[in-house]
């Protein structure tokens, strides 16, 4: 077969096959292989049967083949079968072997019909074959039968793609020689996947059931629909034959009378019949592995290099071992300490791409939701002014006052100063909740031993708990301690005197922010009518004085701006149907914001853009609505509320005199909250894990518990072993193999256009200028650029090769050959013209 040294390629593969199929999914590889596929009662298990010598495959109506089965014939001095889901049992009763798959595809698809991609492994060895790995596929069907689903045809080609789309698999288009080859469902998929004809194989099947004044000459010949690697013909035995249990020895003897007795065939009877398909696929299959091995090769080695780390600290592995067991706990608590201080502190290895986490998410707290929290809280100008002159009014009593009392600015004060005690809970309370979610993250690197992350999650979170306690009791007493004493002698205070001056400056300040960029980013617009577009997204641009949105994020096409002036924002609560975070924007006054629109649904994909967008729209000074039920009662009284001008002054002065002191409360709180909450709380159980942690799992109970494997790491753990060693062998075994063969090279592009072209009938293209021309039988042509041998006078002559010959190079010093001629020999003194 020109294969010498390369006879142990198939074999390779299938104990390949069989060291892969036994330890699962691990390896990722495509094994070399051939597929068959063809339509149903194409001949396809016929073709099979033929190959092996016995009856061995289910017949009936309907798919048979209902699960793909890898058949790997191996040349031995005996006959037998096995199957790798019965590892050790022999079948010499091929009948057996027949019940057999009958048997194991009903186990898993029932017994009526239905179809599975799991498949069946099926090994024969005997000295009637070739080394050969097959899949059986099931034949491609157009109506479902029995409890098969309506769509089995699309589940018959997805199943059949699997295999097939694999570069490594070699394809057997089967097709029987009395239907139309153009319409052919087994060429038609080979060419979707292969559509240079690579891999593809053709086989004609029931030549001896042609109508009578026809054949498939043209076909087999590679001239009708032709393929790069060509057709064979086979003659499979016929329904009466296999009835009538008529030997396949039989029928492979009388298929060869029938090639070299039919006038259209007898010409290449040698190149048709099933022992020369076998020879082929043989060949071919052993090319094909050949061809594929460095990469191969190349696949095993990623994968065992991916999986030596692993399989170096498992190897040598003793779960009992107190020793190991006691070191094993040393090193886990202390890669939890690590990996917590990593997430907290940050680090440049093992980065989330994903989403915020620990110390970043942490820092957002700390510098976007806090200081939005705390704006919530503050008191809408309105409310403020009416409070001020309850104040005023109440202070003075029975008596009309004639200066501003300070009294009504301590009381305001201390009312706004005793607000702040939400936000700066609910800041433990966030910062907190980060905490567990690091420490549950650290700890999955402990899930290979249950009881100790569990032990460790508990401790921990214990130990976070027992420190929110202390860290809220001194965040309260930082609020009382602002109280206690309101220090009107601040040097960032402005005093009575100076608090009208100041709130001019404050007006002016504010109107020349200037048009400062705050965020861009991403957001959708919800409340687009379904007529108009629906939701779109656009590129959103926040500045100082506006909220201008444009097509994309280059900013060239600005679709809108939204002056910032009476604009609030609120809360809308989520649909059911979207999974999108939503908010709005509205005006003060009633106004349409956009268009039509009363308000602006603006939507994110997590609540934590969402946070951090009012965040920006809160430096900007849109601030959040505070509709509730007080206010809403209050309606009424705040707009018929009027004060006279005196009263007024003092409202103005007193109010500007709080904003001044508040906002010297609340810059104080912003910076000592945060550093409240890292020294008591992240800092404190940074220093726990450290220090404390192993000597509290210690006193937790019984060492040797803590450190008791699951079941799952002990399935991994065997798991990859299996796999190294696997990989390592497989290397091994094909380092062995000397990959220096004599190969038939690839048959040269055929024009392969007509597959699922509209071609019918059986009629030739037109013979291109270049074609050759049919030949008697038993005539050969030489092949293109060969010279003809010295004793057969060529088409111009019998020295039509030699250096007389005009298309032939110049041989200098070498005489024409010494053969018989009609024509003379040139003269010796004749001269080439100048």
């Not at 309506?150 to 070699?170: A, G, H, P, W």
């Not at 809970?425 to 569990?454: A, G, H």
């Not at 001629?821 to 013209?833: D, E």
Request: hydrophobic residues 35%.
């Amino acid at each position: 077969m020109g294969n010498r040294g390369m006879e142990d390629l198939i074999p390779l593969v299938n104990r390949l096959q069989d060291a892969f199929s036994s330890i699962g999914q691990a390896c990722n590889l495509d094994l070399p292989q051939i597929a068959v596929v063809g339509g149903q009662s194409a001949g396809k298990s016929s073709v099979l049967e033929n190959f092996v010598g016995r009856d061995f495959l289910p017949r009936g109506s309907g798919i048979v083949t209902r699960r793909p089965l890898v058949l790997q014939l191996i040349s031995a001095t005996a006959e037998w079968a096995e199957f790798l889901h019965c590892k050790g049992k022999k079948f010499t009763d091929f009948d057996e072997v027949r019940q057999e798959i009958e048997g194991e595809t009903d186990r898993v698809t029932g017994a009526n019909k239905g179809i599975s991609p799991v498949p069946i492994n099926l090994r024969v060895y005997s000295p009637h074959v070739l080394n050969l790995t097959l899949i059986d596929l099931p034949g491609i069907t157009k109506v479902p039968v029995g409890d098969q689903p309506v769509d089995i045809e699309q589940q018959i080609r997805d199943m059949i793609m699997q295999f097939i789309s694999r570069e490594s698999c070699l394809i057997l288009a089967v097709t029987p020689a009395n239907t139309d080859l153009a319409n052919s469902d087994a060429l038609k998929l080979a060419k979707d996947v292969d559509p240079q004809g690579l891999r593809t194989i053709g086989v004609i099947t029931k030549l001896d059931l042609m109508d009578e004044g026809t054949d498939a000459r043209d076909v087999l010949e590679n001239k009708l629909l032709p393929l790069r690697r060509g057709y064979i013909g086979v003659v499979n035995r016929s329904q009466k034959d296999i009835d009538g249990k008529k030997d396949i020895k039989a029928a492979l003897e009388a298929e060869r009378k029938f090639f070299l007795s039919h006038p259209s065939y007898r010409h290449m009877a040698d190149k048709m019949g099933t022992p020369r398909l076998q020879q082929v696929l043989n060949q071919q299959l052993t090319n094909h592995i050949r061809d594929t091995l460095p990469a191969f090769r190349s696949k095993l080695q990623a994968q065992l290099l991916a999986l030596d780390k692993e399989a170096e600290e498992y190897r040598g592995y003793r779960p009992d071992d107190p020793s190991r067991k006691t070191k094993q706990l040393l090193q886990m608590v202390q890669q939890f300490s690590v990996d917590f201080e990593k997430r907290i502190e940050g680090s440049g290895d093992q980065v989330d791409t994903v989403e915020l986490s620990g110390g970043a998410k942490i820092n957002r707290i700390f510098h976007e939701r806090f200081p939005f929290e705390l704006v919530k809280m503050e008191c809408d100008d309105k409310e403020m002014r009416r409070e001020i002159s309850y104040a005023i009014k109440n202070i003075h009593g029975i008596r009309t006052g004639l200066f501003t009392p300070d009294m009504a600015f301590e009381a305001i004060v201390k009312k706004q100063i005793v607000k702040l005690k939400e936000p700066c809970i609910k800041c433990v309370d966030m910062v907190i909740q980060e905490l567990i979610n690091t420490v549950r993250q650290c700890s999955n690197k402990l899930e290979c031993f249950p009881t100790l992350r569990e032990e460790t999650e508990r401790i921990v979170t214990s130990h976070i708990r027992d420190r929110e306690s202390r860290s809220k009791d001194q965040v309260l007493l930082l609020i009382d301690l602002q109280l206690s004493y309101i220090n009107t002698n601040h040097e960032d205070f402005i005093g009575f005197a100076s608090a009208q001056q100041r709130s001019s400056q404050t007006n002016k300040s504010q109107s020349s922010a200037g048009n400062q960029v705050i965020r861009k980013g991403w957001l959708t617009i919800n409340n687009i009518s379904i007529i108009k577009g629906g939701a779109k997204e656009y590129w959103f641009v926040l500045t100082a004085e506006s909220l201008s949105w444009f097509k994309d994020d280059e900013e060239k096409e600005k679709k809108y701006m939204l002056p910032l002036d009476n604009l609030k924002v609120r809360d809308v609560e989520k649909s059911f149907m979207s999974s999108k975070h939503i908010f709005s924007i509205f005006n003060t006054e009633s106004r349409n914001v956009y268009k039509d629109n009363r308000t602006l649904e603006l939507a994110c994909d997590s609540q934590d853009d969402v946070d951090s967008w009012k965040s920006s729209l809160l430096r900007a000074g849109v601030y959040p609505d505070k509709t509730t039920t007080v206010e809403s009662e209050t309606t009424t009284t705040t707009d018929n509320f009027s004060m006279d001008p005196q009263l007024e002054r003092k409202v103005e002065t007193i109010r500007n005199l709080v904003d001044s002191y508040m906002a010297i409360v609340s810059k104080c709180i912003r910076d000592l909250i945060p550093k409240t909450i890292m020294h008591l709380m992240i800092n404190n159980v940074k220093d726990f894990i450290n220090a404390e942690l192993l000597a509290c799992l210690y006193s937790a109970g019984d060492q040797n518990a803590l450190m008791d494997e699951s079941q799952e790491q002990a399935q991994r753990r065997d798991e990859v072993l299996r796999t190294h060693q696997a990989l390592k062998e497989a290397l091994a075994i094909i380092g062995d193999i000397s990959t220096s063969t004599i190969t038939t090279p690839m048959p040269p592009p055929v024009d392969s256009s007509w597959v699922g072209g509209s071609t019918g009938g059986r009629r030739s293209p037109p013979p291109s200028p270049t074609a050759p021309r049919r030949m008697s039988s038993g005539q050969r042509p030489a092949p293109r650029g060969a010279p003809l041998p010295p004793n057969r006078p060529g088409p111009l002559g019998p020295f039509n090769n030699s250096a007389d010959s005009p298309q032939a190079p110049s041989r200098p010093n070498r005489a024409p050959p010494s053969i018989p001629s009609r024509r003379p020999p040139p003269s010796p003194t004749r001269q080439a013209p100048p």
